[in-house]
Nanobody, 128 residues
Framework: QVQLVESGGGLVQAGGSLRLSCAASGRTFSSAAVGWFRQAPGKEREFVTVLRTVGAGTYYADSVKGRFTITRDSAKNIVYLQMDTLKPEDTAVYYC?????????????????????WGQGTQVTVSS
């Protein structure tokens, strides 16, 4: 069992930065792939990025590539999402998710169906 808790959301001006944290409990988290998704009001949930521990690798949505960075502190069981050069269109509730299906192709983690565990979400609002 894995429990995920996001934090670090808030209000920031366009061009600013935020760092989100996804703190996990549960022994299977150490090898799980961890992804970030977001959902804006009236829109479907969309993939942001994933970090896979087994086999390594990261993958980013085109909309955030070059601006967002996912990293992991294994000692603390925390995955971070560093978000730079934020835009108003980045406004959304951000969710982290964990998948113990470590054998999937990296691109498979762009689907929410690949994850078994989800956090409660943290709001990010970017003002223009």
């Amino acid at each position: 069992q894995v429990q995920l808790v996001e934090s670090g959301g808030g209000l920031v001006q366009a061009g600013g930065s935020l760092r989100l944290s996804c703190a996990a409990s549960g022994r299977t988290f150490s090898s799980a792939a961890v992804g970030w998704f977001r959902q804006a009001p009236g829109k479907e949930r969309e993939f942001v990025t994933v970090l896979r521990t087994v086999g390594a690798g990261t993958y980013y949505a085109d909309s955030v590539k070059g601006r967002f960075t996912i990293t992991r502190d294994s000692a603390k069981n925390i995955v971070y999402l560093q978000m730079d050069t934020l835009k108003p269109e980045d406004t959304a509730v951000y969710y982290c998710a964990a998948s113990t299906r470590t054998y999937l192709l990296l691109k498979s983690y762009t689907s929410g169906a690949s994850y078994e565990y989800w956090g409660q979400g943290t709001q990010v609002t970017v003002s223009s």
